[in-house]
């Protein structure tokens, strides 16, 4: 019980997708992260607002978590919660929220398959993603600064990266209140 208490008031000893980094260069604020090939449980939404979007599909993935899958089993939270972000066509066309849980280690071969039909379990490929994290409550506004700050960083580098979908992530419980923990992800352009 004081475990459940501490995870979701400080956002401690919540397991993460493991990664590797790569090697930092002098000036560089950004990491370069190979994320492995991992399950995560995700739900998709379309929508005009970010934080909309990632508190409606946060909602669902708790439940699911909370033993609202077909094995009945209840599943330990993680983090980041991330959120895959489809822009859409133009300013005024809803883009697309692809909001996911990571599948804690002792599930990752066997994940507990959803009883929501709105949810379900991603496989995701290895994968190369430059990172920019930040500190704070973070909102719409302040991920979209940050994206950007991100892609003039890799601008800067003359680095190949994915324009779109990119992701946002998040560590904290809304409990917590100092050191939080916030990013952005720009996927790493595949060579041809």
């Not at 501490?6 to 980094?21: H, W």
Request: glycine content about 6%; overall charge neutral; some cysteine.
């Amino acid at each position: 019980m004081l475990k459940a208490v501490g995870q979701a008031l400080f956002s401690t000893g919540l397991q993460n997708p493991k990664y590797t980094e790569g090697e930092k260069k002098e000036g560089q604020d950004y990491e370069i992260r190979t994320y492995l090939a991992t399950n995560w449980v995700s739900t998709t939404l379309s929508g005009m607002e970010w934080d909309a979007a990632l508190s409606a599909g946060f909602r669902k993935l708790f439940k699911y978590i909370q033993g609202n899958n077909q094995n009945k089993v209840k599943v330990e939270m993680t983090a980041p919660v991330s959120c895959r972000v489809d822009p859409g066509a133009g300013p005024a066309c809803e883009s697309r929220f692809t909001v996911s849980f990571y599948i804690p280690e002792e599930h990752q071969d066997a994940p507990p398959q959803p009883s929501d039909p709105d949810l379900f379990v991603e496989h995701r490929k290895e994968f190369i993603a430059y990172v920019r994290t930040y500190g704070g409550f973070s909102n719409e506004k302040i991920k979209r600064e940050e994206l950007l700050k991100l892609i003039e960083s890799l601008k800067r580098d003359a680095v190949q990266y994915v324009d779109h979908p990119f992701y946002v992530a998040g560590y904290d419980s809304p409990f917590k209140l100092t050191h939080r923990r916030n990013e952005v992800w720009i996927l790493k352009k595949e060579q041809e």
